[in-house]
Nanobody
Framework: VQLVESGGGLVQPGGSLRLSCVAS????????MSWYRQAPGKERDLVAT????????NYADSVKGRFTISRDNSKNTVYLQMSSLKPEDTAVYYC???????????WGQGTLVTVSE
């Protein structure tokens, strides 16, 4: 099983980035996919989730209206489109897969997003 994130980097405040997470080794369509983030010295927090069953999405209040989670089951990939980025969005971003039946979870290794002038 692998989850490989990419797309992180340095961006100025107000800018945009798109993160990708490519999955392998499990049946992607049966897993809810989520993005989490962890800022230095802080806990890992949920950012957004895309359910496996209904295609519904949920967002943390801090990113609503700025971030969009989407998935392409044909490519085993989940995306996080981030816009209007703020310095407080700086964190390592992780993707997580969670099976909706067994609740088994897998995590990626993370990708660093830095929002700074």
């Amino acid at each position: 099983v692998q989850l490989v994130e990419s797309g992180g980097g340095l961006v100025q405040p107000g800018g945009s980035l798109r993160l990708s997470c490519v999955a392998s080794g499990f049946t992607f369509s049966t897993y809810a996919m989520s993005w989490y983030r962890q800022a230095p010295g802080k806990e890992r927090d949920l950012v957004a989730t895309s359910s496996s069953a209904w295609g519904s999405t949920n967002y943390a209040d801090s990113v609503k209206g700025r971030f969009t989670i989407s998935r392409d089951n044909s490519k085993n990939t989940v995306y996080l489109q981030m816009s209007s980025l703020k310095p407080e969005d700086t964190a390592v971003y992780y993707c997580k897969a969670r099976n909706r039946f067994s609740h088994v979870e897998y995590w990626g290794q993370g990708t660093l997003v830095t929002v700074s002038e």
